[in-house]
T-cell receptor
Framework: GAVVSQHPSRVICKSGTSVKIECRSLDFQATTMFWYRQFPKQSLMLMATSNEGSKATYEQGVEKDKFLINHASLTLSTLTVTSAHPEDSSFYIC?????FGSGNTIYFGEGSWLTVV | GESVGLHLPTLSVQEGDNSIINCAYSNSASDYFIWYKQESGKGPQFIIDIRSNMDKRQGQRVTVLLNKTVKHLSLQIAATQPGDSAVYFCAENMGGSSNTGKLIFGQGTTLQVKP
């Protein structure tokens, strides 16, 4: 079946540095991918919509200059957390919408744990 | 504004019993809903979905019920097993009548299955 892969699954970075998380659709083309953030024991919160070949659309309250999103191909979207701070430590999850038959199915990645120290 | 919420944060059931997890949504224009299971440290796993032109949909051991009148969604798990222990989220497609892929997630219900 369709798979969405995230890399890295876990990353630790120092405050002030930037870290990149990749989201790949492995066996289907995804014109649209989504990035979510999840704090421990909380729900998923949509951060932004990543559109292949165009700028990402950010949800209200999400800093676009801090969370840079690039969707350069139909199978890859990247989220870069710039100038990371400890409060950015979270579980980041991507999803991809693939078109199968007459419907659009949404697939989630396994998530990436970010710890900023 | 739009919101999707769950009534109970934790549900504890005995192995073999049936589980019912509830969800309320507020956008009456939404027409696509999904239930996800999330195990600790993992991404959400699709369980079952339903469109607003249906009021019931069944899968393997799971049934989703949709009551559009009161904007209520429920997930029923038959013969609950220890492997069903996880956090369950309902999600509502943002964008009303079109499947945009953007989802609003409810707060989640932790299902604990006692052996």
């Amino acid at each position: 079946g369709a798979v969405v892969s995230q890399h890295p699954s876990r990353v630790i970075c120092k405050s002030g540095t930037s870290v990149k998380i990749e989201c790949r659709s492995l066996d289907f083309q995804a014109t649209t991918m989504f990035w979510y953030r999840q704090f421990p024991k909380q729900s998923l919160m949509l951060m932004a919509t990543s559109n292949e070949g165009s700028k990402a659309t950010y949800e209200q309250g999400v800093e676009k200059d801090k969370f840079l999103i690039n969707h350069a191909s139909l199978t890859l979207s990247t989220l870069t957390v710039t100038s990371a701070h400890p409060e950015d430590s979270s579980f980041y999850i991507c999803s991809a919408r693939g078109r199968f038959g007459s419907g659009n199915t949404i697939y989630f990645g396994e998530g990436s744990w970010l710890t900023v120290v | 504004g739009e919101s999707v919420g769950l009534h109970l944060p934790t549900l504890s059931v005995q192995e073999g019993d049936n589980s019912i997890i509830n969800c309320a949504y507020s956008n009456s224009a939404s027409d696509y809903f999904i239930w996800y299971k999330q195990e600790s440290g993992k991404g959400p796993q699709f369980i079952i979905d339903i469109r607003s032109n249906m009021d019931k949909r069944q899968g393997q051991r799971v049934t989703v019920l949709l009551n559009k009148t009161v904007k209520h969604l429920s997930l029923q798990i038959a013969a609950t097993q220890p492997g069903d222990s996880a956090v369950y989220f309902c999600a509502e497609n943002m964008g009303g009548s079109s499947n945009t892929g953007k989802l609003i997630f409810g707060q989640g219900t932790t299902l604990q299955v006692k052996p």
